[in-house]
């Protein structure tokens, strides 16, 4: 399984940016993917997660409202539109999968990583 995220920048507070997780495999359909991010000297930490079907989602308090999580199965891509974004929000980001087909947040039900996108939010 190899996830490929992408769609990071730089942006303004109040900005908006949407990335993108690129998956490989026949089985992308079958899992629940989230987003997580890191900030420099912080642990990585939930975002938000979606279940294999796209019906259920789950968001971080920090970026419930703002953030929207979904998926295209027939493209094995996972989408995370962030709006209204703040100085906080300035992270890399990073998309995985689980085994689980229903959306979860614990850190270590995730066995697959992507790279990391950096977006930086400007104040």
């Known amino acids: 399984v190899q996830l490929q995220a992408s769609g990071g920048g730089l942006v303004q507070a109040g900005g908006s940016l949407r990335l993108s997780c690129a998956a490989s495999g026949r089985t992308f359909s079958s899992y629940a993917m989230g987003w997580f991010r890191q900030a420099p000297e912080k642990e990585r930490e939930f975002v938000a997660t979606i279940s294999r079907s796209g019906e259920s989602t789950l968001y971080a308090d920090s970026v419930k409202g703002r953030f929207t999580i979904s998926r295209d199965n027939a493209k094995l891509t996972v989408y995370l539109q962030m709006n209204n974004l703040k100085p906080e929000d300035t992270a890399v980001y990073y998309c995985?999968?689980?085994?689980?087909?229903?959306?979860?947040?614990?850190?270590?039900?995730?066995?697959?990583w992507g790279q990391g996108t950096q977006v930086t939010v400007s104040s």
């Open positions: 995985a999968r689980t085994r689980n087909n229903r959306p979860v947040t614990a850190l270590t039900l995730y066995h697959y």
